[in-house]
C-alpha cells in the first residue's frame, strides 16, 4: 500500500515559478514506484506533465513542459519533485501525481491508467 499527498501549488505570475512535492506514505519498501504528475481541470482531459522511474533513471515530458519543468526524486525522503519554471497561465490547472509500485526499477508507466494510486491535488493558478 502506498498513499501520495501533493503540496506546493498556488498562485503565481507569469514567468514565475513553482515547485510541486508529491510525498509517499508506504508500508513497505520492498518495490520501486515510479511516479506521474498530471493535470486537469474539470470537464477535460487528463494530461501527464511529467513521469520518473523508481530510481529516477527515466523521465519523460510533456512538450508543451519541455524545458519549463523539471521532475525529480529524493528516495530517501520518499518525494518527488516537479519544478516548474517559466510558468504560462496555460499551465493553470489541479495538479496530480500519481505512484505505481513495481520491482522494475526503470519502468515509467506509458499509461495513467496503470497508476495505481492518486493524490487529491494540488491547485496551480498563474496569472498576473
Known amino acids: 500500500q502506498l498513499q501520495v499527498v501533493e503540496s506546493g501549488g498556488g498562485l503565481v505570475q507569469p514567468g514565475g515559478s513553482l515547485r510541486l512535492s508529491c510525498a509517499a506514505a508506504?508500508?513497505?519498501?520492498?518495490?520501486?514506484?515510479?511516479v506521474g504528475w498530471f493535470r486537469q481541470d474539470p470537464g477535460k482531459e487528463r494530461e501527464e506533465v511529467a513521469a520518473?522511474?523508481?530510481?529516477?533513471?527515466?523521465?519523460r515530458y510533456a512538450d508543451s513542459v519541455k524545458g519549463r519543468f523539471t521532475i525529480s526524486r529524493d528516495n530517501a525522503k520518499n518525494t518527488v519533485y516537479l519544478q516548474m519554471n517559466n510558468l504560462k497561465p496555460e499551465d493553470t490547472s489541479i495538479y496530480y501525481c500519481?505512484?505505481?509500485?513495481?520491482?522494475?526499477?526503470?519502468?515509467?508507466?506509458?499509461?495513467?491508467?496503470?497508476?495505481?494510486?492518486w493524490g487529491r491535488g494540488t491547485q496551480v493558478t498563474v496569472s498576473s
Open positions: 500519481a505512484a505505481r509500485e513495481g520491482l522494475n526499477s526503470d519502468y515509467v508507466p506509458s499509461f495513467w491508467y496503470e497508476y495505481e494510486y
Open positions: 508506504r508500508s513497505t519498501s520492498d518495490y520501486y514506484y515510479s
Open positions: 520518473i522511474s523508481g530510481r529516477g533513471t527515466r523521465t
